[in-house]
């Protein structure tokens, strides 16, 4: 039995090295297996490699070349813009400068009309108020005249009643009182003639300034107040109330309160 063991033991120890060198020989076959794998795992990622640099280099030289073509399309439209841009400035300037020397002419022209029109309104004028001086004038000198005749009307009717008033007085007063003493209310005849001299001038200055503020209102049917009056007279109003007062009561004028209408 023991020998049967010991063979056994030598059979299981036999088998058990046949089977360590195949598991050897199997290893070495797959570490092989293994080696070549890598090997052409290894040739074909260099491959690949290659491969790939190369179409990435194609790709980049036709990127580069795609880049090129669009920058020199983009320098191309760039310099046709700018020649576009140019030509058009060129043909503004001129438009500009055409307009600008049709501005210019037409802004002459329209100088040299209103130097015209200033000129004829500038005769026109001139010959208004030369036609206006001339009617201003004749007015004037029609109405001095007509101031004179009505200040000779009005001495003569002033001395006709100084000598009625005289002839009156000297009737009321008796011979024998008149001879011994005067009347002390009755004026001597040089005192009564001082008398009119100093009053004559003021109403004969009434009587002008009646016929002129009667002229101004005749020309003035919407009226005018006192004040207007005497500036287009030139005098102070206060002298113009009584000879405006005359008128109205002579029922030359009409006076709706402060406002002198002609009647």
Not at 219 to 226: E, H, I, T, V, Y
Request: overall charge positive; proline content about 3%.
């Amino acid at each position: 039995m023991t020998m049967t063991m010991l063979e056994d033991m030598k059979r299981f120890t036999a088998e058990l090295d046949a089977a360590r060198t195949g598991r050897k020989e199997d290893w070495s076959r797959i570490r092989n297996a293994s080696n070549d794998l890598l090997m052409d795992y290894s040739a074909a990622r260099k491959n690949a490699a290659a491969e790939t640099k190369k179409d990435l280099m194609e790709h980049h030289q036709m990127i580069q070349k795609e880049c090129k073509d669009i920058r020199d399309q983009a320098r191309a439209k760039i310099l046709g813009f700018r020649n576009e841009r140019i030509r058009m400035r060129e043909t503004e300037l001129v438009a500009l400068y055409k307009e600008n020397i049709a501005f210019k002419k037409n802004v002459a022209n329209e100088i040299q009309k209103i130097g015209e029109d200033r000129a004829k309104a500038g005769m026109e004028m001139h010959a208004a108020l030369s036609k206006h001086r001339s009617d201003m004038l004749k007015e004037l000198t029609e109405m001095m005249a007509e101031s004179h005749r009505a200040r000779m009307e009005l001495r003569q009717h002033l001395d006709g009643m100084h000598q009625d008033w005289i002839n009156v007085a000297g009737r009321a007063q008796p011979r024998d009182s008149f001879r011994s003493t005067p009347s002390p209310t009755r004026k001597t005849s040089s005192e009564d003639e001082a008398t009119l001299k100093a009053t004559e001038p003021e109403a004969e200055e009434d009587v002008d300034l009646e016929d002129s503020i009667l002229k101004i209102l005749k020309k003035a049917p919407k009226g005018m107040d006192l004040k207007a009056v005497a500036n287009a007279l030139g005098v102070k109003w206060r002298k113009t109330t009584r000879p405006a007062q005359e008128l109205v009561a002579k029922g030359l004028v009409r006076k709706e309160g402060g406002i002198y209408y002609p009647a």
